[in-house]
């Protein structure tokens, strides 16, 4: 007997260039880690516009936030405090980059994209969006000083 969740993750899976599985959306499956070597892996995985996004992102965050822990989690790049949790996400979607601030409605101001999660605030980046990496790094060092989730 076949187990048909497996044939369906198969015919979504579309092979990369960098050896990772790209699943629907383009988003890279990346098997969990800690640490920056997994997070880079996801970021080279990224299809095409998206891995210079996913790059400027983590350059960002690690220049924003110095002592941040990372780990890839659920094919996520998620970005942290020691002892605190998650601040901070990355998802890559079909036609855009998804940045979770996971207590976002305490960020100021809000993030643009609401939520099903009560404090979860996104931003959407699109190919070609100009980035206001003023504002991002705003949100990044003010998420960073916030507990985080615990995943």
């Known amino acids: ?39 880079q892996a996801y970021l080279a995985a990224m299809p095409g516009w998206k891995s210079d996004i996913g790059r400027r992102l983590d350059a960002l965050i690690t220049r924003t936030v110095p002592d941040v822990r990372k780990a890839v989690k659920w094919n996520s790049p998620l970005y942290g405090m020691e002892g605190q949790g998650w601040f901070l996400g990355i998802h890559c979607f079909t036609k855009y980059v998804k ?36 504002q991002l790094a705003a949100w990044i060092r003010q998420a960073s000083q916030l507990p985080g989730e615990r995943m």
Do not use: C, W
């Open 1 to 39: 007997m076949t187990d048909k969740t497996s044939i369906r993750s198969k015919k979504a899976a579309k092979p990369s260039n960098e050896g990772a599985t790209l699943l629907a959306g383009g988003n890279p499956q990346i098997a969990k880690g800690e640490g920056d070597a997994p997070v």
């Open 99 to 134: 940045v979770a601030f996971f207590r976002g409605t305490s960020l100021g101001p809000i993030p643009p994209g609401d939520s099903k999660s009560k404090e979860t605030r996104y931003l959407d980046i699109h190919e070609g969006d100009q980035l206001d990496e003023a």
